[in-house]
T-cell receptor
Framework: GENVEQHPSTLSVQEGDSAVIKCTYS??????FPWYKQELGKGPQLIID?????GEKKDQRIAVTLNKTAKHFSLHITETQPEDSAVYFC???????????FGKGNQVVVIP | DAGVIQSPRHEVTEMGQEVTLRCKPI?????LFWYRQTMMRGLELLIY????????DSGMPEDRFSAKMPNASFSTLKIQPSEPRDSAVYFC?????????FGPGTRLTVT
């Protein structure tokens, strides 16, 4: 089955700097890759996603890049702000269906 | 849009008791998912429904767990009997495209 790994598990950045979180996946049939942000006491919220026919997608300060050959994708947050502090989860579709396999999450801490 | 609604938000129960978690998906969504989140195992898909029909329940840990979706606006996840290792946050999510929209979760503690 699909195996999704996230690195690093914890990331601390100075406010205003960039943060990058990387995920690897194992199933070459995966074609959809969402990223979720989870704040304390809340459910994960979708922040950006990418499909396998696209290499990069950007939405204001966040962007996602996908390398299908290497089976990895990354979340980039620029000009980080304290409200970006949260746990970020990557996920990959299991084959082409509606199930997602989630990574274990990255704790991002933005230091004011 | 009220989003996915889950109740209760917190549940504390004793081992052996029956626990029922409830979910109201976003109106118009035809997929409903139940996830469990723990520190050790992260987010795990337990079961998902499409048009009220269970499609994949391979993530349900054992027969003590059961889920139903009697109509498009309501689903339950039941644990009977509950055990301490069932302590976790249980999320319900719904979607119309396959990308889950998560509810706020139910934090279950079994003592």
């Amino acid at each position: 089955g699909e195996n999704v790994e996230q690195h690093p598990s914890t990331l601390s950045v100075q406010e205003g700097d960039s943060a990058v979180i990387k995920c690897t996946y194992s199933d070459s049939a995966s074609n959809y890759f969402p990223w979720y942000k989870q704040e304390l006491g809340k459910g994960p919220q979708l922040i950006i996603d990418i499909r396998s026919n696209v290499g990069e997608k950007k939405d204001q300060r966040i962007a996602v890049t996908l390398n299908k050959t290497a089976k990895h994708f990354s979340l980039h947050i620029t000009e980080t702000q304290p409200e970006d502090s949260a746990v970020y989860f990557c996920a990959a579709s299991i084959g082409g269906n509606n199930r997602l396999a989630f990574g274990k999450g990255n704790q991002v801490v933005v230091i004011p | 849009d009220a989003g996915v609604i889950q109740s209760p938000r917190h549940e504390v129960t004793e081992m052996g008791q029956e626990v029922t978690l409830r979910c109201k998906p976003i109106s118009g969504h035809d997929y409903l998912f139940w996830y469990r989140q723990t520190m050790m195992r992260g987010l795990e898909l337990l079961i998902y429904f499409n048009n009220n029909v269970p499609i994949d329940d391979s993530g349900m840990p054992e027969d003590r767990f059961s889920a139903k979706m009697p109509n498009a606006s309501f689903s339950t996840l039941k644990i009977q009997p509950s055990e301490p290792r069932d302590s976790a946050v249980y999320f319900c999510a719904s979607s119309s495209s396959g990308t889950p929209n998560f509810g706020p979760g139910t934090r279950l503690t079994v003592t």
